[in-house]
């Protein structure tokens, strides 16, 4: 099972691009879906989570400009994101809880990163 993102790209404030990410492989459920991103000398923060449902929760600092939602058809989570501004520039992750059989319990897994660059 892999998780891969896509949809990086360098963009000016104020624009927009969407990231997608797609599990592929041997996939009983998806529970919780989460984008994550990583800037420069900065930890891994999460930037917005799903569940299976659709419940949705963000970091502030996104709140009212990115929109995270999924398609459980296709598994795969997207990241709706306007109104970019220079500090929004990092490599952003997804993770997923996957679970392959009903034999074992769900795990959590990376994909590869997507670079975002927001010019000023």
């Known amino acids: 099972v892999q998780l891969q993102a896509s949809g990086g790209g360098l963009v000016q404030t104020g624009g927009s691009l969407r990231l997608s990410c797609a599990a592929s492989?041997?996939?009983?459920?998806?529970?919780?879906m989460d984008w994550y991103r990583e800037a420069p000398g900065k930890q891994r923060e999460l930037v917005a989570g799903?569940?299976?449902?659709?419940?949705?929760n963000y970091a502030d600092s996104v709140k009212g400009r990115f929109t995270i939602s999924r398609d459980n058809g296709k598994n795969t989570v997207f990241l709706e994101m306007n109104s970019l501004k220079p500090e929004d520039t990092a490599v952003y992750y997804c993770k997923a809880e996957i679970r392959t059989s009903y034999l074992y319990a769900p795990y959590w897994l990376w994909g590869q990163g997507t670079l975002v660059t927001v010019s000023s």
């Open positions: 492989g041997t996939i009983l459920n998806i529970n919780d």
């Open positions: 799903i569940t299976a449902t659709g419940s949705t």
